[in-house]
Every structure is written in structure tokens, then in C-alpha cells.
């Protein structure tokens, strides 16, 4: 089945910095690649996602890229801002369209 | 709209309780889910509505009880819990099972004594 690893597990970055978290899948047939932002006592909230057919999106300060060859995505946030902090998720589908999430990484913005 | 509620926010119940978990979406979809998400981890798939009807089962324990009364409520029946059955659990729902762009719900965070 799938399999998605994701790293760091934890990031610090000063306030106006950027921040970018990578994630590898094992799937080959996946197609579909969402990144979720969960705050404290928070459901996660779909922040931006990425089709197979698709190298680069872009919403705003995030941007998410996907190397199919190579079976990785990453996500960017560029001038974080103290509410950037929460745990990211990105996850993959699998080839029964169910989401296979990664570990997730703690994102820390400090002012 | 992307908005999924859920209710109740908090839940304690003892190990002989029964009680029950809502969801609810009036964003069309036809595809509902049930996760669970212990503390520090990602979220796990309990269970797939698709047009109202089980989709999946990831060999939940029956103590665990989906419903899907319409194509707008999902609802969670629990009976005889263990503690470790403590967690947010997290409704989501998308356009159709499989199509991406699940939404999910603010979770109810359960605790059982």
C-alpha cells in the first residue's frame, strides 16, 4: 500500500523567513496530494493540493511542488507570519482513493 | 462553503456508556468519513460512507457503530469503550469517495474514563 514519509518533524523559523517541509510516497499510481494545516484543537483545514498532471501551484504565500519521477512534493511558505504555526500534514491518495497521511511537522514561527 | 460540523465539541463518558457522535454537511457531498487522531499523530480512517452506504471498514472494532441516516449526517455510535479509545475523532466529507479534497470537521475530542 501507500507509504508517506514526511520531514523535519519539527521546524523553527524566524518570523519573515521561509519554511519548506518535504514529503516522499511510494505509490506510483497516486494522483492526488493535499496538505492540511492543523492548529491546536483544531480539525486540519485543507490549505492548497496539487493533481499528478500538475508541477507547481501556488496560493498566495504557499506553494506546493511535485516531483513524480522521483515520488516527492514539497510545500513552501514563504514570509511566515506567527500564525503559520500549527502542525502540517500532507498526505497521498492511495489506489483505493483513501488519504495516507505523513507523520506531520510542527511548524513554530517565532516573532 | 466548506464547513462540516460536528457535536458535541468534548465528550467524557464512562466504559459502560453509550453515546453517540454527529456530523453534518450541506456541501453535497456524497462521500462521508469517520477518522480517529490520538495526540502528536495523523489521522486515521475508521470508516467511508459512499451515497449512504459503508464503503469501508478498516477493521474497526464493532464497539464503533457508523450510520449514515441521509447524504448530510453521519453519525458514531459508541458502546462499551476502553480508555484507549481517547482521541479527536474527525468527520470529513468530499464531492465523491476518492476525488480528493476532503473537508474535515472541527473533531470531538473524547475522553473515556
Known amino acids: 500500500g501507500e507509504n508517506v514519509e514526511q520531514h523535519p518533524s519539527t521546524l523553527s523559523v524566524q518570523e519573515g523567513d521561509s519554511a519548506v517541509i518535504k514529503c516522499t510516497y511510494s505509490d506510483s499510481a497516486s494522483n492526488y496530494f493535499p496538505w492540511y494545516k492543523q492548529e491546536l484543537g483544531k480539525g486540519p483545514q485543507l490549505i492548497i493540493d496539487?493533481?499528478?498532471?500538475?508541477g507547481e501551484k501556488k496560493d498566495q504565500r504557499i506553494a506546493v511542488t511535485l516531483n513524480k519521477t522521483a515520488k516527492h512534493f514539497s510545500l513552501h511558505i514563504t514570509e511566515t507570519q506567527p500564525e503559520d504555526s500549527a502542525v502540517y500534514f500532507c498526505?497521498?491518495?492511495?489506489?483505493?482513493?483513501?488519504?495516507?497521511f505523513g507523520a506531520g511537522t510542527q511548524v513554530v514561527v517565532t516573532p | 462553503d466548506t464547513e462540516v460540523t460536528q457535536t458535541p465539541k468534548h465528550l467524557v463518558m464512562g466504559m459502560t456508556n453509550k453515546k453517540s457522535l454527529k456530523c453534518e454537511q450541506h456541501m453535497g457531498h456524497r462521500a462521508m468519513y469517520w477518522y480517529k487522531q490520538k495526540a502528536k499523530k495523523p489521522p486515521e480512517l475508521m470508516f467511508v460512507?459512499?451515497?449512504?452506504?459503508?464503503?469501508i471498514n478498516e477493521s474497526v472494532p464493532s464497539r464503533f457503530s457508523p450510520e449514515c441516516p441521509n447524504s448530510s449526517l453521519l453519525n458514531l455510535h459508541l458502546h462499551a469503550l476502553q480508555p484507549e479509545d481517547s482521541a479527536l475523532y474527525l468527520c470529513?466529507?468530499?464531492?465523491?469517495?476518492?476525488?480528493?479534497?476532503?473537508?474535515f470537521g472541527p473533531g470531538t475530542r473524547l475522553t473515556v474514563t
Open positions: 496539487i493533481r499528478s498532471n500538475v
Open positions: 470529513a466529507s468530499s464531492q465523491d469517495q476518492g476525488l480528493g479534497e476532503q473537508y
Open positions: 460512507y459512499s451515497y449512504e452506504k459503508l464503503s
Open positions: 498526505a497521498a491518495t492511495d489506489s483505493w482513493g483513501k488519504l495516507q
